[in-house]
């Protein structure tokens, strides 16, 4: 095992520090050994030790964004409406 003599310093949030914490005492361990455990991971995977993806939204935004990109690709035209008409489909 190698002596731990390099210091590493990163910056993040506090809300990020207090809620990793949590959860790493929950394990017994230290945000220090977590980081120890992320890097001797990533060097086992030549990589990240996990898969990076897009984020994925709930269906209603998913189809939101896909009627936007239609618009935009000329797909479907899009009618203006009245600032009421706004405020009656949101029932305002």
């Keep these: 095992m190698s002596h731990k003599s390099t210091t590493l310093n990163i910056r993040v949030s ?14 017994g361990i ?5 980081v120890n455990i992320f890097l001797n991971k990533s060097i086992m995977e030549n990589g990240l030790p996990f898969e990076l993806k897009q984020p994925r939204y709930n269906a209603e935004t998913e189809a939101a964004m896909k009627e ?25």
Excluded: N, R
């Excluded at 506090?14 to 394990?27: C, D, L, N, R, V």
């Excluded at 230290?30 to 977590?34: G, K, L, M, V, Y």
């Excluded at 899009?78 to 008409?85: L, W």
């Design 14 to 27: 506090p809300e990020t520090k207090k809620s990793a914490e949590a959860i790493y005492q929950g394990f």
């Design 30 to 34: 230290t945000i220090s050994d977590a």
């Design 68 to 92: 936007t990109e239609d618009i935009m690709a000329g797909k479907i035209q899009s009618e203006p409406k009245s600032v009421e008409d706004f405020f009656k489909e949101y029932g305002l």
